[in-house]
């Protein structure tokens, strides 16, 4: 079996598609080359608005799926012009697809590819669909990435937690000893984005330097940490279908600087983030970030001072950068299910038991 895999993550921040050339070394799995590809203005609001239910909806959604499997075949093609790899060198694409609905109380969640089209334009396997067989068998179906998580982060030297911020915020909770845990804590940039993407028509904000020039609206800050959300236990799960920006609009009174509701929601972040941290990662001495939100530098540096004991920076101190974690690590969920290995930790998605995830569409 060819020893090289391509991991595939489009997020929840809706900002373009990253992919990663993987190869096996001595049971590991090692980032070769990486390509980052946005996705066009117009492709990002057709997607935004299959969020929600709308005319003609399963047509829309199957388009959009063909249009994405089109664009994450483009970027395979670029990424292994750029390693110098034949597609026959390449034993799987493991591919996340783009969520548009994740209702695991409801028995579904649903991300939008089309596994046999992309192994059609990349003449390789794909493994697709990850988070089905989870949500079947009783889990939330998310986060998966706390099983690769624990693969290449865990040491029984110390406890650690990894945070992801991408659109939505999940901690893993890597003991020295003991179970790994891990769940959604709330939003991460999804509001951050579609507030700044609504007031100045910019994808989000560099460095977090719009937010670093308004002030905290406490009383806002309060009607949104009142959602019910937080006070849930894990296993849990979310996405925007709880975090929209209608939501937010509702819990405005309408007075407010547009600045200063960007530094309400940077602090949402931070503060919901470093509250999972405090509660379900408790021995946790280090804190390493990753997904697009790690080049908020605001962002992180209020998390550290919320975390003054922790020491807080990003996954490129343990070796990858923090924007290819999620894509590295379904290229690992790919290679698991190629072995048929479980790959869901029970704990973290509440899952009656391990399962090994993913369709696979052969070349």
């Not at 670093?212 to 949104?224: E, I, N, Q």
């Amino acid at each position: 079996m060819p020893d090289h895999y391509v991991g595939l993550m489009s997020g929840t921040s809706l900002d373009g598609v990253d992919a990663v050339l993987a190869a096996t070394r001595g049971g590991r799995l090692l980032q070769l080359r990486s390509v980052h590809l946005p996705f066009p203005a117009k492709l990002r609001s057709r997607l935004l608005g299959l969020q929600e239910s709308g005319f003609d909806e399963l047509h829309r959604a199957a388009l959009l799926s063909n249009e994405l499997s089109d664009l994450y075949a483009g970027a395979i093609r670029r990424l292994l012009a750029r390693g110098g790899v034949a597609a026959r060198a390449i034993a799987a694409i493991g591919c996340h697809g783009q969520t548009v609905r994740h209702r695991p109380a409801d028995g579904y969640t649903l991300q939008l590819v089309n596994g046999a089209r992309l192994a059609e334009r990349s003449g390789i396997p794909v493994v697709c669909d990850f988070r089905s067989r989870d949500v079947a068998a009783g889990g939330e179906g998310a986060p998966l990435v706390p099983a690769f998580h624990q693969a290449v982060f865990q040491t029984a030297r110390r406890s650690r937690a990894i945070v992801n911020l991408g659109g939505i915020a999940n901690v893993t909770s890597l003991p020295a000893r003991g179970h790994v845990t891990g769940f959604d804590c709330g939003p991460g940039n999804c509001l951050l984005d579609a507030w700044i993407r609504e007031k100045r028509r910019i994808p989000y904000d560099p460095d977090g330097t719009w937010a670093a020039r308004g002030r905290v609206v406490p009383r806002l800050l309060a009607k949104l940490l009142a959602h019910p959300y937080f006070r849930r236990r894990p296993p849990k799960s979310t996405g925007r279908e709880e975090f929209s920006l209608k939501w937010l609009k509702r819990k405005l009174a309408g007075n407010e600087r547009a600045a200063d509701v960007q530094a309400t929601l940077t602090e949402l972040t931070a503060l919901t983030i470093a509250r999972a941290v405090r509660r379900y990662c408790a021995n946790a001495r280090e804190v390493f970030v990753c997904g697009g939100g790690a080049r908020n530098r605001v962002l992180l540096a209020r998390l550290a001072a919320l975390l003054p004991r922790t020491r807080v920076v990003t996954t490129a101190a343990l070796g990858i950068q923090p924007e290819h974690v999620e894509a590295l690590a379904f290229a690992w969920l790919a290679r698991q299910a190629l072995k048929h290995r479980p790959c869901n930790l029970p704990a973290v998605t509440g899952a009656r038991g391990p399962r090994v995830l993913g369709a696979i569409y052969p070349r």
